[in-house]
Each structure stands twice: as C-alpha cells, then as structure tokens.
C-alpha cells in the first residue's frame, strides 16, 4: 500500500529525514516510536503533504501513485488520513459544514452523488456513537474550545467520518488521560478493516496495549534504527530510549 | 471655508426656502445654527484625526444634484421590494432617494401603539416627542458632515416606540437610490424607544441605477430605561455610490442596544456608530463587518461614552479586503470620570488578500476612572496556513477551503444577528460575495437591475 525508500527530507534547510525505508502492507498496523526530535512527525506531514517540508531525495509511492505528486486533498480524497498531533481550532466554521464539505468532496472524487441532508446527519450520528463524542461538540466550530482530550476525540471521529484506507495518528495519545486513551483507541480498533493499514506515532507504549501493531520501528536522528515485532514496544518501555542511542 | 466645502454652504443658501417648506418649525429652527457649524467645521478632511484613513475629495468633488423635496417617479414597483431577504416577516417601509414615493401610508400606526412614518408627518402629532428628542443626540459633534445634515435634510423617518410596547416583528426600512441623474442625498431618522420598549430595525441600503450618488444619513435613536434596541444595516450599492451614515444611540439606565453595520459592496462607505451610556447598568453592542475588492473603500468609526458608572460595551468589527480595495476601523471608548465599574471591550481583526489591500486600525482608548476592565486588540494579516492545511487535509480544496474560512471569520460577526432569517440570508450574500458572485445588486431578485 504505502513503500517509503530512502526518503530524505529538509525544513528550512535543516535536514530531519536522513533517509528512510518503509513499506506498510494493506491490513497492517505499524508503530512508529522514537525520542523527541528524531523526525517523526516530519515524516507524517510529509505523507500528508504539508508544503514547507522539502523533499529532498527518495520516493514515496502509494497504491502504485507517485504520493508525493499528489496534492494535499487529493491524498485526502485517495484514502490518506492524518490524525494531527495539534488539531487546528477554526473559529466561524462549523463542524457539520466542515464534515458535510469533506465527505462530499470524497464522494465526488469516487462519481457519487453529494448526501442529501438527512443522509449526513444520520451518518454524523452513527459516527459520534462510535467514538463516543459529545453530541453538542458537532454543533460547535471546528476544535474551538475543545479540550485537548475531546480535539483528539474529534480527530478520530473524522476519521470515523471519510473512512481512510491509510490513516497515520500522529500523537493521538499524547495528552490524553487513561479514559480517553481507551475511548480514542476503540474508535480506531473498530475503523479497522482487514484491508486497511494504520501508522501509529507515538513516544509511549501504553496506547499500543489497544492498538496493537504488527511492526514497531524505531525512528532515531532521521533514521529507522530498528524494526521489529510489537514485543519491541515493551523493550522501549522497560529501556527507555538509550540503548538505541548508545548502539548508535 | 474651503471652496468644496463653499459650494455645499451655498446650496443651502439658495435652497433654504425649499429645504424648509415642508419640516416643523423646531426641526427649522435647528438650521441656521447648523450651517454656522458647517461653515466653521466644513467637510472632513485628512487632517481631521477619525477621517484620517478615508478621502472624501473623490466624491465630494463631484458635481451632483440635490433634491429637497420627493420627485415625481414612475418607480412603482417599490412596495414590493423586499431586499430578497426570503421568509424575512418585516414592517416594511420603502424610501427612494430619502422620500416616501408614495402618499400613502406616509405615517401608520403599528400594533401595540408603535408609529413608524415620515418625520415630517409626525412632527404635529408627536411635537412633544421631537421636540424632546430630535437633535439632541448629535449635539457636540465635530464632524461638519452631521451639521450638514441637520441643515440640509428635508425628511426622513421617524418611530415612536411607547413605554411597554415590545414589536415582535422587526421594523425593515428599505433605502433605494435610482435617479437618472447623479444625486446627492441627505435624510434624517429620529427613533424614540421608551422605557420597557423593545424593537428591532434593519436599514437595508441600495442602488438601482448606475449614476453617481453621494448620501449623508443621520440617525439619532433613545433607548429609554431597561429598553432593548436592534439596528442591523445591510449595505450593497454600487462601486459609484458613497454613502456616509451617522447613527448617535443614546442610552438610559439598564437598556440594552446593539449595532451591527454589515458593508457588502459599495465605493465608498464610512459608517460613524456613536454609543452613549447615559444610565447606569446600560448594555452596548456595536458589530461590523465589511467584504470589500477593486478600489472600495470602507471605514467605520465607532465612539462609545461611559458617562456614568457600571456599564458594558462591546465591540467586535471585522473586514475582508481583496484587490487594491481599502479600509478602516477607527475605535474609541471614553470612560468619564465618575464611570467606576465600567466594562469596555474592543477587538478588530481584517484579513488581506493581496498585497496591495490595505488596512488602517486605530484603537483609542481614553480612561479616566480607575476602576474599569477594559481591552482592546487588532490584527491585520493572511489567512491562517495551518487552518487552510487542515481543511485541505480533509479533502477540501485549497479554493474551497480559503473559502470557509474567509466565510469563518465573517460568520463570526453575522452570528451576532439575532433575526434568523436575516442571518441565514447575510449568510448566503456573503457566500456569494466572497464566490465573486455578488455583483451589483444580485441580492434583489425583485425588479432590480
């Protein structure tokens, strides 16, 4: 679905990515852990196409697309779907204009006819109940005055929402207390299809004890420095990071 | 005395007789008075500190025509112009060029006792009334352009809200402009809301033939004691139309008032929104938005006064400018001395499109109590990257996702509106506005242009 080779990439002419290989197979989880500043999140806003990372070297091709020809909501629309680590508060746009927008630009791009109005609001309900969001917070502008705990909720019920074949969660689970964690976790268990992949970004195990991956790589100064099963995860747990840095 | 300012001080020299013909005596006896005022003041000009973003020569250089009395027009459709605002369940008067086109109905009794009508029909039967209230309000003013008008204007509209009346449906008055000669024009509305009263007006401002026009408003309005007022203007005339309005809200003890000036299209706009808390526990709300392109112009100036203690203001303006087209929010909140426990709130923020948009904001905030909570902020600035990403993220297109921003933040403002008709319809305009859809008066699907 997604293969990543030697992928090297810049922000402001200070190179993050030093090269890195990766392939997610349909129907697989992968972890991405790492200390902070090892270029993680680079990685993610490269995938989804955030214009002020350079791409410098490597390829990145999706489904058999060159990904990084792909505009941002083209990627969006092919089934990409990046979970933001920081969830943007847009004052004045609400979150059924913002959804309704979305999904109709989805169903566009595959020839369906827009939902009629009915038809999105029953969708937008079943999809609250899935990630147990509070019903007043779809009535409210998009993230404005969500608490952190309920702007990652709302994350995961747009992904509930455009139902992507690749999603990538960027720190979903940072900021979260034990209650929201389990919530986030479940929406993203229950999203899954067999066909569908998930990266998962995080520092901690502990969101992995939900969401439970097939791969966990270690992401260190730009570079994937180990790859393994999910028992790798426990190992970061227990080690800390270090021992990946002294083998370095 | 400037030689622009000379010519508009003759116009009223030789047109006094026809200026005052039809008005009450009090509302003449202002006159004179008023245009010594003008002559000392004259137009405003740069130098004049709350003019200081905003030109007035282009317009007021031009050669217009006046009239001082309603002119003969087969514009009959009038009654039925209902500024397309749909399900919008309104009293509705109709002006065209500052007059009654009609005869009738020239003053009409509304449920619960409101009068609404002509100023110069009521001015025998509410003589206590006017003679209490009118121009009581614009006294002191620095602006030549007020005195101008108490000078020159030869009618208006005039609505008498008795103590308790509460109107459920708001009061809609429909300003057409539509000569085939480029006119000026100037009208005077006087708005008496007593005590316990309740009332919502929308003023909604148009253009239906391409000439030149150049329109001077004056609008004094009274809340009395523990009254509720709303005054919401929709503003679409053309690129060669100017309009200037004034509008003086002057409020008794534990009234509640709110403005909200909405600029979606004209060439020149300056608004003046002056709040006056007279009455303690008074409750003051001034909104603006303006969407303005090409070489428009919009400027508003909103002065509000704590005359007395524990009072609350708020004020919230906003503007989109795109091409070369500029704009200006000029802010003032004075707190007088005695004005202890006073709240002041000011904010404006404008987003520019291009880089030859221009903005000047100027908040000014003079304080001489010292118990008060007040603040104030202003931005100028782009559209914000990491939101237009997020939408984009979602599969919305960049267009469409500067879009429902931009439509975002004017919403903010349109919120505001609490007659949900009109919102939802301001709503629409401004969709269509910022779709480059708007042109001239696409807003009227009824008989206009």
């Given at each position: 679905m997604l293969v990543i080779k030697n992928l090297k990439a810049a922000i402001e002419g200070k190179v993050i990515l030093k090269g890195i290989s990766l392939e997610v197979k349909a129907g697989e989880i992968h972890a991405l852990m790492g200390p902070n500043g090892s270029g993680k999140s680079t990685l993610a806003a490269v995938l989804a196409g955030r214009e002020f990372v350079q791409v410098l070297e490597g390829t990145v091709t999706y489904n058999g697309r060159?990904?990084?020809?792909?505009?941002a909501e083209e990627r969006s629309r092919e089934g990409i779907f990046l979970g933001f680590q920081y969830p943007i508060e847009i004052p004045g746009v609400s979150m059924v204009n913002f959804m309704k927008t979305a999904v109709n630009e989805h169903r566009k791009h595959r020839g369906l006819e827009p939902l009629s109005a009915s038809d999105f609001l029953k969708l937008m309900r079943e999809k609250k109940e899935l990630v147990e969001i509070d019903s007043k917070l779809a009535n409210?502008?998009?993230?404005?005055?969500?608490s952190g705990g309920e702007k990652k909720k709302n994350e995961i019920f747009q992904m509930a929402m455009l139902e992507p074949k690749l999603a990538i969660l960027d720190e979903?689970?940072?900021?979260?207390d034990i209650d929201a964690l389990r919530i986030v976790a479940n929406g993203v268990n229950r999203l899954k299809r067999p066909d569908t992949s998930v990266i998962v970004i995080t520092h901690y195990q502990r969101l992995l004890d939900y969401i439970i991956p097939d791969v966990v790589h270690v992401l260190y100064d730009g570079r994937i420095v180990k790859t393994a099963g999910k028992e790798l995860a426990l190992e970061l747990e227990e080690k800390g990071y270090d021992w990946i840095k002294r083998e370095e | 005395m400037d030689n622009r300012s000379e010519r508009y001080y003759n116009l009223y020299r030789e047109n006094i007789k026809r200026i005052s013909r039809n008005s009450s005596p009090y509302i003449n006896s202002f006159r004179e008075v008023a245009i010594g005022e003008f002559s000392r003041l004259g137009l405003p000009t740069k130098t004049n500190e709350t003019y200081?973003?905003?030109?007035l020569d282009t317009f007021f250089s031009h050669d217009y025509k006046s009239y001082f009395m309603p002119v003969e027009s087969d514009f009959i459709k009038a009654e039925e112009?209902?500024?397309?605002?749909?399900?919008?369940?309104a009293h509705g008067i109709v002006l065209l060029n500052g007059f009654?086109?009609?005869?009738?109905?020239?003053l009409r009794q509304l449920p619960e006792g409101i009068w609404i009508g002509s100023l110069n029909e009521a001015a025998r039967k509410f003589r206590n009334k006017i003679e209490k209230h009118y121009g009581r309000y614009v006294n002191?003013?620095?602006?030549g352009l007020v005195h101008l008008n108490t000078a020159m204007a030869s009618d208006g509209v005039f609505i008498y809200v008795p103590e308790g009346a509460v109107l459920k449906k708001p009061v809609q008055i429909i300003n057409l402009v539509e000569s085939g000669e480029d006119i000026f024009n100037q009208h005077r509305n006087l708005i008496i809301v007593e005590k316990n009263a309740e009332i919502t007006l929308i003023i909604c401002d148009h253009t239906l033939s391409p000439q030149k026009f150049l329109t001077n408003g004056v609008t004094e309005i009274y809340v009395g004691e523990n009254a509720h007022f709303d005054i919401i203007r929709v503003q679409n005339e053309h690129n060669n139309a100017a309009k200037i309005t004034h509008t003086f809200i002057h409020q008794e003890r534990n009234s509640n008032a709110s403005s909200n000036n909405i600029t979606l299209h004209g060439g020149l706009v300056r608004n003046s929104t002056h709040h006056f808390?007279?009455?303690?526990g008074a409750e003051s709300h001034s909104y603006g938005l303006f969407l303005a392109d090409k070489w428009q112009h919009v400027d508003n100036f909103v002065n509000v006064d704590?005359?007395?203690?524990h009072c609350t203001s708020n004020q919230l303006f906003k503007g989109v400018l795109d091409d070369m087209a500029t704009g200006a929010f000029n802010g003032r909140i004075y707190v007088h001395?005695?004005?202890?426990g006073t709240v002041a709130y000011q904010q404006n923020n404008n987003i520019l499109l291009t880089d030859d948009a221009k903005m000047g904001t100027k908040p000014q905030l003079e304080i001489y109590a010292d118990d008060v909570k007040c603040s104030h902020g202003a931005t100028v600035g782009q559209l914000d990257d990491n939101a237009l990403f997020y939408l984009q993220s979602r599969g919305i297109s960049k267009r469409e996702a500067r879009l429902m921003l931009m439509f975002g933040f004017a919403h903010e403002v349109i919120q505001?509106?609490?007659v949900e008709a009109l919102r939802e319809r301001l709503d629409n305009l401004v969709m269509q506005r910022l779709k480059g859809e708007l042109s001239r008066c696409a807003s009227c699907m009824v008989k206009c242009g």
């Open positions: 060159n990904l990084l020809e792909m505009a409210r502008s998009v993230n404005e005055g969500f979903t689970d940072s900021g979260l | 200081r973003y905003t030109n112009f209902r500024c397309d605002v749909t399900d919008l369940d009654y086109p009609t005869i009738r109905d020239k002191g003013n620095s602006d808390l007279g009455g303690e704590h005359a007395v203690p001395k005695d004005a202890q505001n509106i609490g």
